[in-house]
């Protein structure tokens, strides 16, 4: 069933003034996710219509048998306190039945997304033209926390069942933020978490905003968002529903072309610039990359903008 009828994109709440202050409304004059530029827009009822939204249990059990989950005592993921979190394998009715136990907190943080699923969420028609090159489902119960993190590409995160409060900060304050990072931007994931806490910036220089059922958030390139998640309810009027925080990330370019969206913020960063050399490095360790590209390239370590 659908939730409400996809409506414009509206303003995200900014905490400049007071809490819930408002922006100004964004009218959507453009059917392309582009015209939106390098700001986040959260569209209400975009997803609304999509089969996803209807999900139970057992329609999410078939499609993922088994379900690789992260474990935190903390509920924050990827990391618990100064460690990475353990992550396991479970049953699917294993995994609901115990989601919303505690501790260890249980989170399906990023699954790829199975084929058998696909047709439940058609690429909006805000994303036509653009080549989603990750489709990746979150599955969580109340209280699971992404501390502060940036990502490389464009999200769209769509919001299938329960709903999730979003902090958001832009990329200009990233050395404030304190990634342990060598580099600007940095590959490795955990590197792209800050080290300072978000309560320890000031509110009014971010924004904020809820999403429901049915609701999408664009988040570009290089915009750092903490989100914390709160699960849906399960009863008999409601039988469409897995009771728990459900979300679809949409993700564009793949990662080695959304490193150069990132090059509008290097003049707000102290932090070396990613190199060509970094890139290779991670893939086939430094000795390969330095003898391939050396070969080929006099000077291979350049930046990569």
Not at 45 to 61: I, K
Not at 95 to 114: A, D, K
């Amino acid at each position: 069933r659908a939730v409400s009828a996809p409506s414009p994109a509206w303003p995200l709440t900014s905490l400049a003034s007071s809490p819930g202050a408002v922006l100004e409304a964004v009218a959507a004059k453009s059917d392309r996710i582009g015209c939106f530029g390098n700001k986040p827009v959260v569209f209400r009822g975009l997803c609304a219509s999509w089969p996803a939204c209807c999900w139970d249990v057992a329609a999410v059990s078939a499609a993922m048998p088994n379900i690789r989950v992260s474990l935190s005592t903390s509920g924050t993921f990827p990391t618990d306190g100064d460690r990475e979190c353990p992550s396991d394998t479970m049953c699917s009715h294993a995994f609901f039945r115990q989601l919303h136990m505690s501790p260890p907190h249980l989170y399906c943080h990023g699954n790829v997304l199975p084929d058998t699923l696909m047709r439940d969420i058609p690429l909006p028609p805000l994303l036509h033209g653009c080549d989603v090159a990750r489709r990746s489902i979150w599955i969580s119960a109340t209280g699971a926390i992404s501390p502060l993190h940036y990502d490389l590409p464009n999200v769209l995160l769509c919001q299938v069942q329960g709903r999730k409060a979003v902090h958001l900060f832009p990329p200009a304050l990233h050395d404030e933020l304190a990634p342990p990072a060598g580099t600007f931007p940095a590959l490795d994931a955990r590197e792209r978490i800050a080290s300072t806490r978000r309560t320890d910036i000031k509110s009014s220089r971010g924004l904020y905003v809820e999403i429901g059922r049915g609701d999408a958030l664009f988040m570009p390139p290089g915009w750092w968002h903490e989100i914390a998640s709160f699960a849906g309810e399960r009863h008999v009027l409601d039988p469409c529903s897995t009771g728990a925080c459900v979300s679809i990330g949409l993700n564009w370019p793949a990662v080695g072309e959304a490193i150069s969206l990132l090059a509008p913020w290097k003049d707000c960063t102290k932090y070396p610039i990613l190199t060509q050399g970094d890139v290779l490095s991670k893939h086939y360790g430094p000795e390969r990359a330095r003898r391939e590209m050396a070969a080929q390239v006099p000077g291979w370590n350049y930046p990569v903008f």
